[in-house]
């Protein structure tokens, strides 16, 4: 992966429903909690005040999690207002290149994109509901953008299954095959051929595909896409250019009927 330049945000990673970051965000706020509650007395002055605010802050712990959920969710509008400045600084990084694979109308007036890699834990587990929501959805363009970041080292697994996936869609096969490399679990190239034979692609027409300069620019332009836009980690969803700062499937599709409704 080309290494991002110093003005881009660190290197893009999978975006979990549970990340390691959140993890690190709940310690901190145990650890405030903690604090809160030690320098009750300092801070109050002492007497039967400081015993109820400490008695509150140790009989509801369920603080901590709120406490934890309102910082995640400032940290996630703060990142998709930055992303989104930039999206409408430069609209065309988020243009629809003939080579994406795309459903749905062209002249839909909501598009939904999605930037996303085979390996990642958080596309993995949205993915099934994505499909829904294109079935609950048929007014609606969604547009996919292979965006391998997982390969780390001798690796090679994402940008196989990126560019097998781009060869599937020239034989128009992608949604079978990008449902079953995203219900994968084991995924290698070994994996990946398979399900594109299961899914009757054609393997000696995508092996040429694959090895091609087409599928190579193509997903070099959307690494670039990625980078400019200080994309950070997948998936990550746009909803008429807009990036969305959850990746849970309901808040895709509150997005998407609000953008109807705007018209």
């Known amino acids: 992966m080309t290494e991002a330049p110093e003005t881009t945000p ?7 429903l549970f990340t390691p970051e959140r993890g690190v965000v709940a310690a901190v706020a145990m650890s405030a909690l903690a604090l809160a509650v030690a320098v009750v007395p300092y801070v109050t002055g002492g007497g039967s005040f400081d015993q109820k605010v400490r008695g509150y802050l140790l009989e509801n712990p369920e603080i901590l999690q709120e406490m934890s959920t309102a910082l995640q969710a400032n940290q996630d ?36 994109i999605e930037f996303f890699d085979f390996r990642c834990p958080g596309c993995k ?13 048929p007014d609606v363009r969604f547009v996919f953008k292979d965006w391998p970041i997982l390969d780390r080292g001798t690796e090679v697994t994402s940008h196989y299954a990126a560019r097998a996936a781009n060869a ?3 034989q128009g096969r992608y949604l079978p095959v990008f449902r079953d490399l995203m219900a994968e679990p084991a995924l290698d190239p070994a994996a990946v051929d398979r399900i594109l034979a299961a899914n009757g692609v054609s393997l000696p027409q995508a092996e040429a595909a694959m090895q091609g ?3 190579a620019r193509h997903l070099t332009e959307i690494q670039a896409a990625a980078q400019t836009l200080g994309l950070v980690g997948t998936p990550t969803f746009f909803i008429n250019g807009r990036a969305s700062p959850s990746i849970q499937p309901a808040d895709v599709d509150r997005a998407i009927r609000e953008a109807k409704a705007r018209g």
């Not at 400045?85 to 007036?109: K, M, S, T």
């Open 168 to 170: 599937a869609h020239r």
């Open 213 to 215: 300069v087409d599928v």
């Open 10 to 16: 660190s290197p893009p990673r999978a975006r979990r």
């Open 125 to 137: 587990a949205t993915a099934p509901e994505v499909l829904r929501l294109m079935q609950a959805h």
């Open 77 to 112: 509008n703060a990142l998709a207002d930055a992303i989104n400045r930039r999206a409408a600084a430069d609209p065309g990084l988020l243009a629809v290149d003939a080579d994406d694979p795309a459903f749905g109308p062209a002249d839909a007036e909501v598009t939904v």
